[in-house]
T-cell receptor
Framework: GNSVTQMEGPVTLSEEAFLTINCTYTATGYPSLFWYVQYPGEGLQLLLKATKADDKGSNKGFEATYRKETTSFHLEKGSVQVSDSAVYFC???????????FGPGTSLSVIP | GAGVSQSPSNKVTEKGKDVELRCDPI?????LYWYRQRLGQGLEFLIYFQGNSAPDKSGLPSDRFSAERTGESVSTLTIQRTQQEDSAVYLC????????????FGPGTRLTVL
């Protein structure tokens, strides 16, 4: 079945540093791929998504590219801010009738 | 409202009591999920409803946990004979029909078992 692997956290970065959070998936076909974010004390919300190979999802300065050849969807941001401190979840969905599979989440702390 | 709502927002109960948590999904969303999130932990999948199909109950941790959904609307998660390890935030989410639709999460119910 589908599965998602994320890099282990927690990740601590200084403000304006470059961020990469790795995500790889296991699935047949062409699943949709998502990044969700959970800010402290808040619920999960969609950050970005991509639905086919080579698509790039982007939002709030974050980007992730759907790489079919490496089955990856790594999250990147060129310059993180303290307000980006949150837990980030990678997720995949194969078809409309399957359930969304979430990775374990990666906690990010950005320090001034 | 337009979002997923859950009630109660907080529930404190005594060990051994039964609790019922409610989720109102976004209207028209065929898929509904329940998750559990312990403090500082990731999402633990509990159960998944998709339209009129039999629910995927593979994540329910024990037979004390059950959930129902009325058609494509309200869902209730019931925990019988609560234990202290059941303390967590219980999240509900719903999703539209298409595979690229995002999942919308409710604010959660924080359950504390004393």
């Amino acid at each position: 079945g589908n599965s998602v692997t994320q890099m282990e956290g927690p990740v601590t970065l200084s403000e304006e540093a470059f961020l990469t959070i790795n995500c790889t998936y296991t699935a047949t076909g062409y699943p949709s791929l998502f990044w969700y974010v959970q800010y402290p004390g808040e619920g999960l919300q969609l950050l970005l998504k991509a639905t086919k190979a080579d698509d790039k999802g982007s939002n709030k300065g974050f980007e992730a590219t759907y790489r079919k050849e490496t089955t990856s969807f790594h999250l990147e941001k060129g310059s993180v801010q303290v307000s980006d401190s949150a837990v980030y979840f990678c997720a995949t969905l194969k078809t409309s009738y399957d359930k969304v599979i979430f990775g374990p989440g990666t906690s990010l702390s950005v320090i001034p | 409202g337009a979002g997923v709502s859950q009630s109660p927002s907080n529930k404190v109960t005594e060990k051994g009591k039964d609790v019922e948590l409610r989720c109102d999904p976004i209207s028209g969303h065929t898929a509904l999920y329940w998750y559990r999130q312990r403090l500082g932990q990731g999402l633990e999948f509990l159960i998944y409803f998709q339209g009129n199909s039999a629910p995927d109950k593979s994540g329910l941790p024990s037979d004390r946990f059950s959930a129902e959904r009325t058609g494509e609307s309200v869902s209730t998660l019931t925990i019988q004979r609560t234990q202290q390890e059941d303390s967590a935030v219980y999240l509900c989410a719903s999703r539209g029909q298409l595979s690229y639709n995002e999942q919308f999460f409710g604010p959660g119910t924080r359950l504390t078992v004393l």
